[in-house]
T-cell receptor
Framework: AQSVTQPDIHITVSEGASLELRCNYSYGATPYLFWYVQSPGQGLQLLLKYFSGDTLVQGIKGFEAEFKRSQSSFNLRKPSVHWSDAAEYFCAVVQTGGYQKVTFGIGTKLQVIP | EAGVTQFPSHSVIEKGQTVTLRCDPISGHDNLYWYRRVMGKEIKFLLHFVKESKQDESGMPNNRFLAERTGGTYSTLKVQPAELEDSGVYFC?????????FGPGTRLTVT
């Protein structure tokens, strides 16, 4: 069964510092890959997605993610974190081929300190 | 364009009572999904509608959960009777294809 691993449950960074959130997936074929964010009191918002092609994907709010097939990873990055980035981040995959359900990682809570 | 909406945003009920959650998808999206997040756990798939038909209900925990999608528009998820372990946040999502757009969720607390 496919699975998504986010090894960091909580991360604290200083405002202005760089950020990298890790995500690894386990699946036979490369799935479609996503990052979602849930800000306090909000729903899940799509940050970015990877289907194929360029392995460096740009998203909203200054985020990017890099797909590395050899490592089965899809890590999320941001060069300079803002206080408003404090939220919970979810890596997710969808099996290729047809309309399929989303499988989520457990989520990483990001705290931003001044 | 309006996003996915869910009602209510919060619900607190006693064990044994019935609760109905509602989801209004983005207009024109044939695919509608329900997910649930129990505290401290992953967001888990419950079921998938394509229009009014259930495509996949493999994630439904048991027969106390009943989902419907009237006329391929809005959907309801009924829990009857509710148990303590049903507490969590229930998310609805709709999709025209591969990208799912999520609602804000309904936080259900069973006491």
């Amino acid at each position: 069964a496919q699975s998504v691993t986010q090894p960091d449950i909580h991360i604290t960074v200083s405002e202005g510092a760089s950020l990298e959130l890790r995500c690894n997936y386990s699946y036979g074929a490369t799935p479609y890959l996503f990052w979602y964010v849930q800000s306090p009191g909000q729903g899940l918002q799509l940050l970015l997605k990877y289907f194929s092609g360029d392995t460096l994907v740009q998203g909203i709010k200054g985020f990017e993610a890099e797909f590395k097939r050899s490592q089965s990873s899809f890590n999320l990055r941001k060069p300079s974190v803002h206080w408003s980035d404090a939220a919970e981040y979810f890596c997710a995959v969808v099996q290729t081929g047809g309309y399929q359900k989303v499988t989520f990682g457990i989520g990483t809570k990001l705290q931003v300190i001044p | 364009e309006a996003g996915v909406t869910q009602f209510p945003s919060h619900s607190v009920i006693e064990k044994g009572q019935t609760v109905t959650l509602r989801c209004d998808p983005i207009s024109g999206h044939d695919n509608l999904y329900w997910y649930r997040r129990v505290m401290g756990k992953e967001i888990k798939f419950l079921l998938h509608f394509v229009k009014e038909s259930k495509q996949d209900e493999s994630g439904m925990p048991n027969n106390r959960f009943l989902a419907e999608r009237t006329g391929g528009t809005y959907s309801t998820l009924k829990v009857q009777p509710a148990e303590l372990e049903d507490s969590g946040v229930y998310f609805c999502a709709s999709s025209p294809g591969l990208v799912a757009y999520f609602g804000p969720g309904t936080r259900l607390t069973v006491t």
